[in-house]
């Protein structure tokens, strides 16, 4: 239906009705299509802003999966960092220790991966921060494991090598029980029975007859068989797997360097050369080259009692 306009009139005081032209009607319905255009833009842009488009919404429900996926990986790699970590703490204090071998640097196993620019090309995806920390945390944890995985590399040769190892360490005492009379200055800080001053004593002094044999404690190749100054008459033989053992104040030197040894073969007799004041052996054991307690690997030809009596007398004499 056409819509029929009125106008009032003043001078007759009465509406009357206006024709309008065809122009004037275009114009009136360009200008509904045009006010009609504007309001339906702005509804539009008012939905599109509060409401997302079906796709939108699909890439926000997947984008939360992936938070929540990321955050779950986040606590099983806290949780197998824990297991990892005792695995370590036995390895270093338990296993590495049973073996003789040294422990493994935290600064080795945690060691830090080179460039400042490695997680770079993770910059631009979303949580960008949260999928860098966790790909540190796994890059970390392989690191860690390279290493765990290693170290018992390492353990298993020593294993293999166990019977040899045995055999090598110097478990004994190197005096008979029938010879052996007293432990007459212990491993430690003494007051030096010739010169008078406090110095490290860095063996255990074992007493017996002057001319009592001395055996070798463990197998092993004979180093020196010289004159070491205080030491006087000397013995040293290296053992492998980083052992050696020293026998000082000998009277007699029965092998000479290079030749091969094997646990309880005599060695030397009893003496007192060097800076000594009485028949005794100055009996000392290196591990990797740092002194010992010797009496500590007495463990294989005395008793369980008998071995703690021997070290607390090495310890506190």
């Known amino acids: 239906m056409s819509k029929t306009f009125f106008q009032y009139n003043p001078e007759t005081l009465t509406y009357e009705r206006v024709y309008l032209s065809v122009a004037q009607r275009i114009l009136i319905?360009?200008?509904q299509?045009?006010?009609g255009a504007g309001i339906g833009a702005v509804l539009f842009g008012i939905a599109t802003y509060a409401f997302d488009s079906p796709l939108e919404q699909q890439l926000k429900k997947d984008n939360k999966l992936l938070l929540s996926q990321y955050q779950v990986l986040s606590r099983r790699i806290a949780e197998n960092e824990k297991v990892l970590e005792e695995l370590t703490e036995r390895d270093n204090k338990l296993y590495r220790t049973i073996f003789n071998a040294e422990p493994i640097p935290a600064a080795i196993r945690r060691q830090g991966f080179g460039g400042t620019n490695r997680y770079e090309f993770l910059l631009d995806i979303p949580n960008s921060d949260l999928v860098i920390a966790t790909t540190q945390k796994l890059d970390m944890m392989s690191k860690e494991l390279y290493v765990q995985s290693n170290s018992y590399d390492e353990l298993i040769d020593l294993i293999k090598n166990k019977e040899e190892r045995m055999k090598s360490i110097p478990a004994i005492r190197p005096l008979s029980s029938r010879d052996f009379k007293d432990v007459s200055s212990g491993f430690g800080m003494r007051v030096h029975p010739i010169w008078?001053?406090?110095?490290?004593?860095?063996?255990?002094d074992l007493t017996a007859e002057a001319g009592s044999p001395i055996y070798a404690t463990g197998n092993g190749v004979v180093v020196s068989a010289q004159w070491e100054g205080g030491y006087g008459y000397?013995?040293?033989i290296n053992h492998g797997?980083?052992?050696?053992?020293l026998y000082?104040?000998?009277k007699?030197?029965?092998v000479r360097p290079g030749q091969k040894v094997v646990r309880g073969q005599k060695i030397a007799t009893v003496g007192m050369t060097g800076d000594a004041s009485g028949n005794h052996v100055h009996y000392e054991v290196r591990v990797k080259d740092k002194i010992d307690n010797p009496a500590?690997?007495?463990?294989?030809?005395?008793t369980p009692e008998e071995y703690e009596e021997m070290l607390f007398v090495s310890e506190n004499r």
């Open 296 to 302: 500590k690997y007495f463990f294989m030809d005395l």
């Open 241 to 245: 797997f980083g052992y050696k053992s």
């Open 33 to 35: 299509l045009v006010i």
């Open 248 to 250: 000082g104040h000998c």
């Open 252 to 254: 007699e030197m029965i």
């Open 196 to 204: 008078g001053d406090l110095r490290p004593h860095t063996g255990i």
């Open 29 to 31: 319905v360009f200008r």
């Open 234 to 236: 000397c013995v040293v």
